[in-house]
């Protein structure tokens, strides 16, 4: 069974500050998906990552793929309240083109 | 274009009632999944659908749980005699194609007394 863990569980900053949440996988995958939902929400796309090594930014947001395709981190520059919600990692199971397998996430909550 | 439409986004249930979910895919989308989130648990998922088939149910409890995707009208999730075991959240999400980025809809929030 292929299992995702993400760390920290839980995270509570001042707004402002920087964060780094992680993903681990107990094998090699693919392709790695992150996910953020808000309270109330359905997971909203993020980022998709493919590559080994890969670093992908989306404005205060840095997804980077490591170089075994075992892991993952998500980094948050200077962050906002906006940024409040569940992060969550995923991937497709082994031998799956549609079955997603999340984690269980990193709740963040930014303080004003 | 709207996004995945999901409703009732709130359900209450006593134990033996069924619960009825529905969820209408982005428009062009034909790729239908349903996905559950237990309580400190990640999403797991439950079942994928095409119009007018189920492709892999693999991830449905054996008893009590079924979905449909008709022809004409949204996708259901169908439980029935829930018991409390059953309250979760209730996601669907939809993609245009079989490999293609899956949309996720705001939930059912389904809560059995």
């Known amino acids: 069974t292929q299992l995702l863990e993400q760390s920290p569980q839980f995270l509570s900053i001042q707004e402002g500050e920087n964060l780094t949440v992680y993903c681990n996988s107990s094998s090699v995958f693919s392709s790695l998906q992150w996910y953020r939902q808000e309270p109330g929400e359905g997971p909203v796309l993020l980022v998709t990552?493919?590559?080994?090594?890969e670093v992908k930014k989306l404005k205060r947001l840095t997804f980077q793929f490591g170089d075994a395709r075992k892991d993952s981190s998500l980094h948050i520059t200077a962050a906002q309240p906006g940024d409040t919600g569940l992060y969550l990692c995923a991937l497709p199971l082994v031998g799956s083109n549609y079955k997603l397998t999340f984690g269980k996430g990193t709740l963040l909550t930014v303080n004003p | 274009n709207a996004g995945v439409m999901q409703n009732p986004r709130h359900l209450v249930r006593r134990r033996g009632q069924e619960a009825r979910l529905r969820c209408s895919p982005m428009?062009?989308?034909?790729?239908v999944y349903w996905y559950r989130q237990l309580p400190e648990e990640g999403l797991k998922f439950m079942v994928y659908l095409q119009k007018e088939n189920i492709i892999d149910e693999s991830g449905m409890p054996k008893e009590r749980f079924s979905a449909e995707f008709p022809k004409e009208g949204p996708s259901i999730l169908r439980i029935q005699q829930v018991v409390r075991g059953d309250s979760a959240a209730y996601f669907c999400?939809?993609?245009?194609?079989?490999?293609?980025?899956?949309?996720f809809g705001p939930g059912t929030r389904l809560l059995v007394l």
């Open positions: 999400a939809s993609s245009p194609g079989l490999r293609e980025t899956q949309y």
């Open positions: 428009k062009g989308h034909s790729h």
């Open positions: 990552v493919v590559t080994g090594g």
